[in-house]
């Protein structure tokens, strides 16, 4: 079992920077993709990005919505995974959920397929 938390949510103004952390606890990332995911009010969850390893490379993948302003990176040491958030914009504010699938080499970018997951960081961005 891996319980995840996220932190690192919160106002911020458009075109500024937040950093959001998923921390994992039970046990470690090793052999599973990590993924973020957000919804705003009244809307249904979205892809953000995921992070997984074949055990020698790692290999990242963000929505288009967030490509060249999001990165998400690993950080093994930490057993946390991060995802840095540049340039934000109000249509980026939601409820970042951060989830983990067990099943690093076959994950995707659906939701479903993944296994346990964060119980939410408000992120809001004003104009």
């Known amino acids: 079992q891996v319980q995840l938390v996220e932190s690192g949510g919160g106002l911020v103004q458009a075109g500024g920077s937040l950093r959001l952390s998923c921390a994992a606890s039970?046990?470690?990332?090793?052999?599973?993709?990590v993924g973020w995911f957000r919804q705003a009010p009244g809307k249904e969850r979205e892809f953000v990005a995921r992070?997984?390893?074949?055990?020698?490379?790692?290999?990242?993948d963000l929505a288009d919505s967030v490509k060249g302003r999001f990165t998400i990176s690993s950080d093994n040491a930490r057993n946390t995974v991060y995802l840095q958030m540049n340039s934000l914009q109000p249509a980026d504010t939601a409820v970042y959920y951060c989830?983990?699938?067990?099943?690093?080499?076959?994950?995707?970018?659906?939701?479903?397929?993944?296994?346990?997951w964060g119980q939410g960081t408000q992120v809001t961005v004003s104009s």
């Open positions: 039970g046990r470690t990332f090793s052999g599973y993709a």
């Open positions: 989830a983990a699938n067990r099943q690093a080499l076959s994950s995707s970018r659906w939701s479903g397929a993944f296994d346990y």
């Open positions: 992070v997984w390893s074949d055990g020698s490379t790692y290999y990242a």
